[in-house]
């Protein structure tokens, strides 16, 4: 099954894949190359791809509109330094950024990664209660089940009791974990944290809606609109983590948008550049920028990826942008809400299925236990699809441009290899 060309063989033994075990992982599969909702194998096999690639790939893959505009790029500029000098693309990209945002969300610093991006979220809270003078303003008030990435400072506020980061808790700096206020009560136990800890916190992190890697739980716009009270009446600042529901994902093109509310800061990667180019953005309200502008060298924000607001990225980023313009893409979100409930419902009935949920174009069938990650996504690549559960989940997380067969097609897929028990 496995492709012999040159290159497979030459590198597989000089490569360490991501999340996984290399000694029992089995072996990755040869892609030659993409199109819309397909991944297409050097074995001549086709794969339907039902997490997007990480969730990027939100107009499908190869679109030409995307592809064109970094084509274009690429003959003027691939890239230049973004210290001392600007150039076009970026600087529209901000612009555009801060006009669909909402309220003042409105400067735009660019990264390379989503972890890179909360990690600079991070440094602009500690440093935005440094720049007020207040020292002691360390630690960030995070959530369980809650997942930001694989840096040092953003597994420290990824929930480090159950999460992938279990190994490293001991090593990390301690920050506050808590449960998301869904009620009275748990909003009452983060209002005690919070009390405890008025001269340390410089801001509360979550996911909104969708706690996405830690096992796609999902959440109510209200825990967001307690979570901004909260933050207001103890003086903390908010950062929301949109690296997986922004642009679209979760029916709108913010999730933040659903709740009505304004974080101080938000981060978004993955979809921004269609799963093209590498790029991220934090993005920062006017209150939080303008604690840096001082006539203090020392006071300004002293962080600069090498590759920020590179040129090929942010053309991508703002060819994507064109194609959310007309609205189509979200009511395409809303179509495949309905697709995926329709189709993962049968799923409710099967044994060990605990829940089946949908919100915008994200599926989860939750299970009591998964035993073997590997044969389970063996199985779905048998049947033609591409699907990568984490925890106990199945989830779909597919293009924005997926039509109702492909869908139909996948959940039809996660059911049949659940009814015939590929779950030990």
């Known amino acids: 099954m496995l492709d012999q060309r ?39 096999r086709e794969l339907v791809d039902g997490i997007a690639s990480w969730w990027t790939a939100c107009h499908g893959y190869n679109h030409p509109h995307v592809a064109q505009a970094v084509k274009r790029q690429l003959e003027v500029m691939p890239h230049v330094m973004f210290g001392g000098l600007v150039h076009e693309q970026p600087m529209t990209l901000a612009r555009r950024l801060s006009e669909i945002l909402p309220g003042d969300l409105d400067r735009v610093f660019f990264t390379d990664s989503g972890s890179v991006s909360v990690e600079v979220a991070m440094k602009m809270a500690m440093q935005y209660w440094l720049n007020l003078g207040e020292k002691k303003r360390d630690t960030f008030v995070c959530f369980r089940g809650g997942y930001h990435g694989d840096t040092l400072g953003t597994m420290a506020i990824s929930d480090f009791e159950t999460g992938i980061h279990q190994k490293f808790a001991g090593l990390l700096h301690r920050h506050v974990l808590a449960v998301l206020p869904e009620d009275e009560e748990t909003e009452a136990a983060l209002a005690v944290l919070l009390e405890k800890n008025p001269d340390s916190l ?68 993955k979809a921004l550049t269609a799963g093209t180019l590498p790029l991220a953005a934090t993005v920062a309200r006017r209150k939080i920028f303008d604690s840096f502008w001082s006539d203090v060298p020392m006071a300004a924000l002293m962080h600069g990826p090498t590759y920020m607001a590179n040129a090929l990225a942010c053309a991508a980023a703002n060819a994507s942008l064109d194609l ?13 809400e309905q697709w995926l409930s329709a ?54 997380a597919p293009a924005l441009t997926i039509d109702e067969e492909d869908v139909a097609f996948l959940a039809r897929v996660i059911g049949e290899v659940l009814r015939e028990g590929a779950t030990p």
């Open 324 to 336: 959310f313009e007309d609205g189509e893409r979200l009511r395409q979100v809303a179509r495949i």
């Open 202 to 269: 410089a801001a509360i992190v979550v996911e909104p809606l969708v706690q996405g890697a830690g096992g796609m739980r999902f959440h109510e716009p209200s825990v967001l609109r307690r979570l901004r009270e909260l933050a207001d009446r103890f003086g903390v600042l908010l950062i929301f983590d949109e690296i997986f529901t922004g642009f679209g994902r979760t029916g709108t093109m913010f999730a933040c948008e659903a709740a009505g509310i304004v974080p101080d800061i938000v981060t978004l990667s």
């Open 343 to 396: 189709g993962l419902s049968p799923c409710r009935d099967l044994p060990g299925v605990t829940d089946v949920r949908t919100r915008g174009a994200i599926g989860v069938v939750e299970l009591e236990r998964i035993g073997d990650l590997n044969a389970l996504r063996s199985a779905f690549v048998a049947r033609g699809a591409f699907i990568r559960p984490i925890g106990n989940v199945i989830y779909l």
């Open 6 to 44: 040159d290159w497979y063989r030459s590198g597989l033994d000089h490569i360490w894949l991501p999340y996984a075990q290399m000694k029992t992982a089995p072996a990755p599969l040869p892609v030659l190359r993409t199109q819309g909702t397909r991944i297409h194998l050097a074995d001549g």
